[in-house]
């Protein structure tokens, strides 16, 4: 969904590692019942001077997920090679796109089944590197 501007209007220089706030916890039952945390993510360019950007420039959408994404991050803190904003890009961008392919897994035309084996393999090899179980 596009938004107008977004609604900080403060600088974001002098921010270290990721800010990820869960916003939405389910407590109700939903279609899929396994999915009970819902995540609110948005997306705000920041203009050359470090100020959020004007007028209408943010993405933002929700997204149904089973796995407790502050848990995932928290373990993805082992993960050598990566700076605190990659560590949260990567959970956030993994968690979004295992989730579509688990919603979108029994569709006659799934788009997603190439890629199903690769990403199975990508997350275990980031479960190991974590030393997750």
């Not at 921010?15 to 995540?39: C, D, E, W």
Request: with cysteine; hydrophobic share 35%.
């Amino acid at each position: 969904m596009w938004n107008s501007a977004s609604r900080s209007g403060h600088s974001q220089r002098g921010r270290r590692g990721p800010i990820l706030v869960k916003r939405f916890r389910s407590t109700k039952s939903t279609a899929m019942s396994a999915q009970n945390h819902r995540y609110r993510i948005t997306a705000t360019p920041i203009e050359t001077d470090g100020m959020p950007c004007q007028g209408r420039c943010t993405i933002e959408f929700e997204h149904a997920c089973h796995d407790d994404w502050m848990r995932v991050l928290e373990s993805m803190q082992r993960q050598r090679g990566f700076t605190g904003d990659e560590r949260a890009a990567l959970t956030v961008a993994t968690k979004l796109l295992d989730g579509l392919m688990l919603q979108h897994r029994s569709d006659a035309d799934d788009v997603f089944a190439p890629l199903r084996p690769h990403m199975g393999e990508f997350i275990n090899l980031l479960k190991q590197r974590n030393g997750a179980e």
